[in-house]
């Protein structure tokens, strides 16, 4: 993640450690995926109850754009940043492979990049990705239109609902994804579909700072 974002931003991101009690002034903050402290508990669990989440809640409800990928969407829902839940993977087995990703909202900074219902090719690795939420809640996020990505052409690596691939929460600012865009930025990967995705919060980031 680091990697990408210097590449497509020209700058190194600042680091904020788990133990940190406070966040670098940011425009955007990105929780990247891995196995925090292990998985154990649930994935994601113990992260969302360390110190420095603390300041992700206080800036995320300034509006501050988050991004959650793959162990950073299972935190965000962990902290109560996202709606639902991350649960075992339905085939019971960590997937490591190339999903197709449908675009189901490209009215949001993070997504402007994309035609809507465009269909992109992005990695996945993980083992517990299979999104769920109750219906009453998954029908709140169908209704306010916060599904960001859906699997596609029968891609669903997980078993999630609705083939929900990342959300976003209500107010647009914090989009959680279990697919890695941060993977596939540049033809050395064997592809650009993920580029796009940072290139359009970036560019907004750019022009508000303007």
Known sequence: MI???SKICGVTPLLAWHTDSTLPD??????PGGFSHGDYLRSGAIAARAAVMDSVREVAEKGVRILGVCNGFQTLTEAGLLPGALMRNAGIKFVCKEVKLSIANNRNPFTQGYQLNEVIRCPVAHHDGNYFADAKTLQQIEDNEQVAFRYADGTNPNGSANDIA??????????????????????????I??????????????????
């Open 26 to 31: 940011s425009d955007l903050i990105i929780i």
């Open 3 to 5: 990697a990408a974002i």
């Open 166 to 191: 990342g959300i976003f929460n209500t107010k647009g600012n914090v989009l959680g994804m279990m697919p890695h865009p941060e993977n596939l930025i540049e033809p050395a990967h064997g592809g």
């Open 193 to 210: 579909d993920g580029r796009r995705l940072f290139e359009g919060a970036l560019n907004l980031l750019k022009a508000e700072l303007a």
